[in-house]
Structures are given as structure tokens and as C-alpha cells.
């Protein structure tokens, strides 16, 4: 133990609860046994505790309650009790004690619950925990009913991993960059919608075979299990081999896989059985869903937002800003769902720039946009990228619903500005000094300012950054030429930034066209968020 407490304590303060010290398990764990009192009577039940107690301590009973089989809520398979959910609870490291004596209680007040029967709502949230024994990686959502494309991932083992999609050389596509894969062979699938929400049958549970699938499905939804038996008997006529049938329920998604070439017959009579008795006699695998599919990753980080799905997106300037941003935009939607990102920079990756680049060796002396091209791509199967390895001012960039300059390049802004405000947002993302701060501004209205009406207002003193003034410092020399020296997290720094500026933008989320966030806290921010408005005369924004 720690934090001032021994392995004495603890086993002096579970002796007051009728806990025998048993030494300690295979892990190192300290072991103990005893009993957990109900209204319901004691039960004897193994009690394990982590020597430094950053776990939950693990509370089994030594044998499940025939009233509690095949299946209850909260009791595991083995007899462990889940009395708390991990994450939704915050150890005190510094009472491992009194800890240690609160989780037996709640282990106790739940299996009390239980056995009264107070909990069996709770067997339908529960239900994938029961209902698991393989992946099935599923790339897309809201599938039409009927057949659907299926294909098996075959391991190096031999291992079937079944894979439903809407796209084919989509899901192939995303899953050539997972390894340990020789081979893929496509299966018939059907997908199959039910109203029921799934939840275990008290009685045989969980079921390995058809018959008991459909005996189970029957007492859910019998239209279901029908459609699940027509099906079945649709793809053993396609192959003999195996199939997958995945069932859409309100709650969730889950489904099996059926192995035509594994009977709980004997082979002897499985040569004298036809029709529904072979059918029940197949064997079958339960899957649980893994989306896998862009739009769901894309989602699940942002739920109840837009994400940059469907945007076309320009980046000017794939350098130390850009790499990062165009790497946080794909990860928010950009490039998805019939969009584009488009890359522009004629500039190439020398092994200097590397310090502070998304890109690494790999990519040197690559032009910055090829590389960042092939990069996303590799990561994010299936995102549109295009690279423009050309100056912008040569460049057809078309007419995307968002312009961002990522290039830090004071006159290339103005002039980005003067040629599209017009017609697109623009948003200026850039490095104030050696880091001592980043800013970013967005141009989207006729009466905000542009990036030139800012350099005009700070010529004036007016919305400066930092109390005091930017440090100007540069480096280098020689061949190397001269920069502006900062680390690689002021990037990230200005990416993201950026990328929560493009964020708001997409969601109509009101905000300050110029944000600023200091970097180096020696400084004091000079102007708050805030929203300048356009200068009159400007030569870039007037119409």
C-alpha cells in the first residue's frame, strides 16, 4: 500500500467486515474472502484489492444464485459484480482504506437490487457486455434493408473477420492500411430491422446457435425472427460457407455470423436432416459492430454538430501553420462527404523544416502540398485531398466555401484578399513574433475587417497584440537563409486556433472575427476578442 496506509491496515479494516486475508493473486493483487450481507441472506464472494489502488477493487461472488441464472444485471459470467462504472468515479488515493470499505458496501447495496429484481431495465443497457464475442467492422449506417456487400477479412491465423458496408472499395480501401490481413473473401450479409430494443432471455443465454438466435428473436419481435429465418435460408443457398446477418434495432446495431459449415449434428445424421433442422443446427458467432465508416469518426467526437462533411475547403500555405491545420481539419470532416480539401504551396520540405512540420523524413524533399496529399490520404482512407503544388497567384483554385491563408506571409494575405473577399470568407491564421502569441481573423461580412484593414489599424496602434510590443528576432544564416526561430507546439498552437475558428464557422456560432491567445506568458494580451470593423478606404475589402 501507500500514502500511509499498509498492508496491515487493510487487512485489519476488512477483518472488521468479516474479510480473511488471503495473500495475493497472480498479480500482485492482495486477496481476501468473505461475505456480502443482503436482506437476502450472506453470500460468500472473493474480494481483490490493488496494492497501489489506482484500480477499483474487484468483488466476485464464489457462486452465482440460481435466481441470478443464466443472467442478471451487473453480475458477470465469472460472479463479478459491476457495483461502478470506472470512469464515472474519482478514486481518493489518499483514503485506500475507507475506499476500499465504501466499494464493498456498493457491491453489496447493488447485489441487493439485483436480487430483488430492481435492476432488470438496466440488462438492455447492458446488453452488448452479454451479447459480445467478436468484432464486425461495419463501414456505413442506416443500411437499406435486404442484401447488403460483405466481405471476410482472413488473417494470417485463419481468423474470419466479417465486414458489412455500403461501399466496397470504400471499406477495402480503409481496411488495406490495417495489418495482419493475407486475404478477403466476399459472404452473402442481409441487413434486418427490428422495433425491439435487445435485451438478454432469462433461460439459455447467450445463444450459439440458430435455432437458439430465433428462439430469442421470436420473443422480441417474431416478424423479425421471421425475416432473420428467410434470410438465413436465402444465404445458405448462396454459400456454404458462411454469412452475416445484421440486425438495426433503435438502441443499437449488432448482429451474427452463421457457420453453415459447423452443425451441433453429428455428421452422420447431418447427412439425413434437410430444410429447418439443418438450418437450427448451424453454429453462429455474435458480432458487435465497429464503425469504422469516416463520417461516424468524423461525428463521434462532435455529437450534435456539423462537421466540415460536404465543405470544399482551400488551404494556402502547407508549411508549419498548414500541415498541422489540414491535419485537424480532415479529423473534423474536411475532404468527407462529397467535399474537398485543396492544398496550395509550391514550396518543398527541406530536413530543416522538419522540426516543426506535420511531415517528417519520410516526406523531405517532397513539394509540401504532395506531401501532405499523400499523408492524409494514407491516414484517413477515402478523404479527398487535392495538392496544388503552385504559387496561389497561378492557381485555380475554383469557388470553395471557405479561402484559409496559413502562409504567414503579410502580402501574399493582402493580395489573397484583394482577389477573393469578394466572393468567399477568408481566414487568416498566423505567428505573432517568435512565438509570442498566435491570431487568427476571419473576413466573412461586407462590415468586418479584412487582414489588410488590420495591418492598417496596427500601423496606427490600434488592436495590438501584446502589451509592450512583438519581439522581432530571426535566426539562421548562410545557405540556410534566415527565419523566425519557434517551437513546433506554437504551430499547434496557431492549427488549432485556426481549426476552432473553421469549427464556429461552419456551425453559425457567433464569434469574434479576431482571437488572439498568448503563447509565452511573459506577455500580456492587448486586445481582447473582438470584432474591428472594416476601415472605409481599405484598398483590399472596398468595393
Request: net charge negative; charged share 20%; hydrophobic share 40%.
Amino acid at each position: 500500500m501507500h500514502m500511509g496506509a499498509s498492508v496491515p491496515d487493510l487487512v485489519a479494516a476488512l477483518a472488521t467486515r468479516g474479510f480473511s486475508h488471503l495473500g495475493r493473486d497472480a498479480g500482485r493483487w492482495l486477496s481476501f474472502e468473505g461475505h456480502l450481507n443482503t436482506s437476502a441472506g450472506h453470500f460468500a464472494c472473493d474480494l481483490s484489492v490493488d496494492p497501489d489502488f489506482f484500480e477499483l477493487p474487484i468483488v466476485k461472488l464464489k457462486e452465482i444464485p440460481a435466481s441470478l441464472r443464466p443472467i442478471a444485471p451487473h453480475i458477470g459470467g465469472n460472479g463479478g459484480i459491476c457495483y461502478l462504472a470506472a470512469n464515472t468515479v474519482v478514486i481518493d488515493i489518499f483514503d485506500p482504506l475507507g475506499q476500499t470499505l465504501r466499494c464493498l458496501e456498493e457491491a453489496e447495496h447493488v447485489l441487493d437490487r439485483v436480487l430483488k429484481n430492481e435492476m432488470v431495465e438496466d440488462l438492455a443497457e447492458e446488453f452488448l457486455v452479454h451479447w459480445f464475442s467478436r468484432y464486425c467492422y461495419v463501414d456505413g449506417a442506416d443500411f437499406q434493408t435486404g442484401a447488403v456487400p460483405a466481405f471476410c477479412l482472413i488473417s494470417r491465423q485463419g481468423t474470419r473477420i466479417p465486414v458489412v458496408t455500403d461501399d466496397l472499395g470504400s471499406a477495402s480501401k480503409r481496411l488495406d492500411t490495417i495489418g495482419a490481413v493475407t486475404d478477403r473473401e466476399q459472404i452473402p450479409a442481409f441487413v434486418v430491422n427490428t422495433t425491439a430494443i435487445p435485451r438478454p432471455l432469462l433461460g439459455h443465454w447467450p445463444p450459439d446457435t440458430v435455432a437458439g438466435l430465433l428462439n430469442w428473436q421470436r420473443a422480441l419481435d417474431a416478424r423479425c425472427a421471421k425475416k432473420i429465418q428467410q434470410r438465413l435460408t436465402e444465404a445458405y443457398q448462396q454459400s456454404k460457407k458462411d454469412a452475416v446477418i445484421f440486425i438495426q434495432s433503435p438502441q443499437m446495431s449488432y448482429g451474427f455470423h452463421v457457420h453453415f459449415g459447423d452443425s451441433i449434428l453429428p455428421e452422420a445424421k447431418r447427412r439425413n436432416v434437410r430444410g429447418t433442422e439443418l438450418l437450427y443446427s448451424f453454429r453462429i458467432t455474435r458480432l458487435a459492430a465497429v464503425r469504422i465508416d469516416a463520417s461516424y469518426i468524423v461525428q463521434r467526437n462532435i455529437p450534435g454538430q456539423k462537421t466540415l462533411a460536404g465543405k470544399n475547403i482551400v488551404i494556402v500555405g502547407c508549411g508549419t501553420i498548414g500541415g498541422y491545420l489540414a491535419d485537424l481539419l480532415v479529423k473534423a470532416g474536411a475532404g468527407l462527404g462529397g467535399g474537398q480539401l485543396t492544398l496550395v504551396d509550391f514550396d518543398i520540405l527541406l530536413p530543416q523544416n522538419i522540426g516543426r512540420h506535420r511531415l517528417g523524413f519520410p516526406y523531405a524533399f517532397f513539394s509540401k502540398a504532395d506531401g501532405m496529399k499523400i499523408m492524409l490520404e494514407s491516414e484517413s482512407p477515402g478523404v479527398q485531398v487535392r495538392a496544388l503544388s503552385v504559387d496561389v497567384r497561378h492557381a485555380h483554385i475554383g469557388s470553395p466555401d471557405l479561402l484559409i491563408d496559413a502562409t504567414g506571409e503579410e502580402a501574399l494575405g493582402h493580395w489573397l484578399t484583394a482577389n477573393y473577399v469578394a466572393t468567399m470568407p477568408i481566414l487568416s491564421v498566423w505567428i505573432e513574433g517568435p512565438g509570442t502569441a498566435v491570431r487568427a481573423l476571419l473576413k466573412e461580412s461586407p462590415e468586418s475587417a479584412c487582414y489588410r484593414c488590420l495591418s492598417t489599424y496596427q500601423q496606427l496602434g490600434e488592436f495590438p497584440t501584446v502589451k509592450g510590443g512583438v519581439p522581432y528576432i530571426i535566426a539562421g544564416h548562410g545557405c540556410e537563409g534566415l527565419y523566425v526561430p519557434f517551437p513546433s507546439t506554437v504551430a499547434v498552437q496557431a492549427a488549432a486556433l485556426g481549426a476552432d475558428m473553421v469549427a464556429a464557422w461552419v456551425n453559425r456560432r457567433n464569434q469574434a472575427m479576431l482571437k488572439t491567445r498568448i503563447i509565452d506568458s511573459s506577455f500580456e494580451i492587448a486586445t481582447a476578442d473582438c470584432n474591428p470593423p472594416r476601415i472605409e478606404d481599405c484598398p483590399a475589402c472596398s468595393s
